[in-house]
């Protein structure tokens, strides 16, 4: 038995360690080496970058730092999404890098885990603002990254703009036009039509087959939404397009709530043109703790991570959660909702259709030949059905809950994967 080797201080972090509760707990089912388990707990390669920032009023220079994680380089290019927020930090990326490699191996997806990020706060930042700390931040990492090599895609603070200038920068470094080093750009770039519905398309396009395996009926269902952003309003749109009840939905500001079901196209415009969900005038106005207990019977978490705690847990009414946000169950909350016999279905799996259409733009890229909205609405609703039929199989099968066949399945492709390929030199 190999003598663990911590995480290093550098990925020192809440979320880092969560990661590794998560791997160490399931690595356990699964019959691995000692040596490739013992090696999947430490990302291959870190970088951080430290740079200068002005803003536009030329009254300061900031020193800003950026992180970009490549967790596992065994099964192709790494892939990830590049994130903007005030607290990231390196044991964060590195957590999320690894829940890529997980989440690629699932799907089946050629891919190992990538995570990148930009320790400011965007709402702070004007347009040329951003523009100037994307464009700085990829000739910082320009060398770690490429379509070949580790190809970032949006997260939370960043969008198709910011793939944009990532694209351009690195383009305008290399000489020529390089569409596949990103995905999640503009179509107008090679960026693939249907990429931004995608993660909240994909998280709701499981709720049948997950309503069918617990015997409860589609139409009607009550559904609550945490966080309506990117994934959350795309995942209440498709909610509401197959017949549910979408009946709340919240962002920072807190959260809106009718039990006859929301206006979610209002709601829609109204965050576009106010910025946030504050002052909505059709629905009661409700706090984001509140939204966790309402009764309901699906709870989506799109936020951020670490929401559902040991301390909300026991509030939440909802039979079905499925996991739009990376990482909002804690470990404590998982085990109470494992006791209350909720049935979850994870982020690794829930939210893998960002990721799975963000395969299609880079193949589509690579090859310059584009499919049509249709084909890759139908190729993502397959792959994302064909992933939960063998998680849910195999936790029959084997008798563990979602979350861990998930891993557990995703973590033997890639222990195989590593044992072929071998150690060099
Ligand atoms: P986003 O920035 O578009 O939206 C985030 C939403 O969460 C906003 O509505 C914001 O107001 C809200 N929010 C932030 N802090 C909150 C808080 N404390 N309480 C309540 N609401 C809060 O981000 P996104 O792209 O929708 O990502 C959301 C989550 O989904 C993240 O965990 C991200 O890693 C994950 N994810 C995103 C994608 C994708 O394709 N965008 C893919 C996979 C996973």
Redesign the pocket.
Known sequence: MLIETPPTFELASPMYREALIQYDSVAEYVDLDDNIRQRLRHPQRSMVVSFPFRRDDYSEVDTVYGYRVQHLHTMGPTKG?I?YAPDVNIGEVAALAMFMTWKCAIIGLPFGGAKGGVRIDPTTLTRPEKQRVTRRYTSEIIDFIGPHRDIPA????TDAQTMAWIMDTYSQQKGYSVPAVVTGKPPELGGSVARRE??GRGVMSLLPAAMAHLGLPLRDTRVVI???????RFAAIAGVEMGCRVIAV???SGGIHDPAGLDIAKATAWVDEHG?LADYPDADHIT?DELFALDCEVLVP????G?LTGTNAPDVKAKVILE???NPTTSEADAVFKENGIFIVPDVLA?AG?VTVSYFEWVQDLQNYFWSENEIVARLREIMGRAFDEVLALSIREGFDMRTAALVKGIRRVGAAKAVRGIYP
């Not at 949006?154 to 603070?157: F, S």
């Open positions: 999404g994130r949006p997260d939370m603070g995608a993660t945490h966080g309506f952003g990117n994934v959350g919240s962002d920072v946030t984001n799109a936020a951020i991570q929401v739009g946000a990376n939210n960002g």
